[in-house]
Each structure stands twice: as structure tokens, then as C-alpha cells.
């Protein structure tokens, strides 16, 4: 029935456009490809690890889940990094990202976001601190999702512009569905601000304050992956229910439709509508059904594998897979690749010299070099 509908709307819209179609595309059967063209070095184990940050030197920041991070060497050395703020370590929350300053060079300035515990419960936070060789001094909250309560998918992913002038990360929508359509409420959101935490007077509902006034984009359920690509274009992934994983373009003051609109369904099976049928609301570039549960978004440009330059990677927890994106074709994106890993991944990260780094959502979850196998 869906796909019948689905095939509907694609001549429907290409019967009345001559411009590339930008239906969404489903690619939630795509088979594992075989046919590993790298080799798998195991470095280090960590408990479970949340998501890896590069440094300019090739040091890697490594986040865990309970309440730690590392600074870790290419070879696995690992010193634990001290001055890092309380957490509330509880299902899907924790210290979450860890994103490095656009200025690292000048500022040595690193970005970390978590579950803040506190009165009512918990909280995504976002907090700014410098790197002195393995201490973060000086942390400061430039941000925190209000009231704090209960709930996991907290998003948490953070980047910056190309410009380097702005931070940008998504707050989830804590799996209490209606607020991430509330404008009043930072849940399902992806949020803009000045490094510093201030508010850029250019986001799209400035003059509205409050939360509005932070607000980038809106209709988003739990948001794992948030990356530009060469040509300024912001990308994103996110966790659909059961069924309707997305990847969109993330266009200032767009809504993105989550709970209203979904290419899931609910997990006690009841049906939502999808996209297709609220043209008000942005639809996925690609969604998965079954879901692959993207965690982790990272571009490709480097020459270590010529094969993959302008690709992207996502980690997959369910699907427990590596997935590349390739951005070509009719619809602008598409699943080129998925390796099965055998583990839930979690995070995935381009290393300076090219190589792909990826860790896994476990106890001992291992930090992974990728490197071109020898033909
Ligand atoms: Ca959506």
C-alpha cells in the first residue's frame, strides 16, 4: 500500500515538474555488501563509547556514555581527560558529544554535550571548556534544554558552520512526541547559536525570542548525525519510530514534520501519515524502513580512499552496519554501501590522514581503524 502510494506521488511529481524530483527514497533493504574494501584494526576498548573528535594533530577525543572522556592516540594510548561536569548516566543519556572549536588552533576551546541531572530530572546541556593537555578548564553551559524530566533521545550531535562563526546541534525530542512541534519547547530541535552561546540576530525566528529565537529547524525526532558537506549544504539523520529512519537537508525555519508526519509507525503498530501526504513539511532526502538506527554523520574528502571523496558514513546501532552515502543521482542521495560490522555502531569519524574510525555501543565497545585493504 505504501509503496503503491509512493510510486503514485513520484510520477505525480515528475508529470508536473521538469526539475529533479526530490522524493524521498526508500532503502531500508539494502543487503550488506559483501565485499569489505578495508582493513579492520582494532586500537582500544572503552565503556561504551559515545562519539570520537579529531584534534588537528590526529589525537582523537573520545566521549563514554557513563561520564568520561579520553584523549587517545591513533595507536590506542589512552589518558583520561579530568575537569569533565556530572552526568546523568541512564539509558539513552549521558556525556554525549564531544566537538572540537573551529579555532582549536587559537582557542584550544572543546564542545561537549550531555544529560544534565537536576531538580525534575534531566536535561541536554551544552557546555564549552579549553583543552589544556588533558584538562578541560574553565567549562561554562551555554546552553540547556528547560524544564528538565524524563525520557531518552536526547540528540545531543554538535557542528559548526563552514564560516566557523555559528555552533549548531540538535536537541532530541526526549520521546515525548507533540513538543518537537511546540515552538515554546527546545525538543525535536536543531538549534543555532554564536560560539560563545548567545543568539545569532540572523536565525530565522530572532525577533520571537525565547526559544524560538535559537531555533534553526523544527520536527525532529532524535537527531544522530549533523554535518555540512563541502558546498555548505547541512545535512542530518534521525531516528524514525518503527520504520521511517531519515536523512534530510536541513533548511533554516523548515519544519521537518515529526510527530505529525513520519515514514514509520508507531511502535504499537498504529499508523502515521507520511510525509508525502503534509506538503507543509520537509520529507527525507532518504528514509529506512526497517530502520538502520543512524548514529553518527561524516563526509568524506580525503584521498586514502579515492573511491569514497564526497561519500558519507553512518554508523548503524540496529542495523549494525557501516553505511555509505553517495550524494549523486536524480534524488541527490542514496545508500551506496552497507558492510556489516557485527556490532552496533556508534560513531564514525574521518581521521587527517584519511582513514576511517568508527566505535561501538557496547561495554567494551572498541575503537576501529579503517584502512584500504591491499589488492
Ligand atoms: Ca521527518
Redesign the pocket.
Known sequence: MRKALFAAALFATAAMTAMPVAAEMNFGNARPNPVKPFVETPVATFNFPWAIAFLPDGHMLITEKPGKIFLVSQTGQKQEVSGVPAVQYEGQGGLLDVAISPHYAADHQVYISYSEPGEGGSSLAVARATLKGTALEGLKVIWRQMPKGDGGQFGGIITFDPAGRHILFASGERMRKTPAQDPDQALGKIIRLNLDGSVPTDNPMYAEGGVKAQTWTT?HRNPYGLAYDAKGTLWEVEMGPKGGD?L?IITPGKN???PT??NGINYDGSPIPP?DTRPE????VVYWTPVIAPAGLAFYYKSLFPQWKGSAFIGGLKAMSLVRVAFDGPNGAREADRWDMGHRIRDVAVGPDGAVWVIEDEDAGRLIKLTPKKK
Do not use: A, T
Request: glycine share 16%; no cysteine; charged share 25%.
Open positions: 520536527g531519515e534530510n521537518y514534520g515529526w508526519v513520519s510525509h513539511f520537509e520529507k527525507p
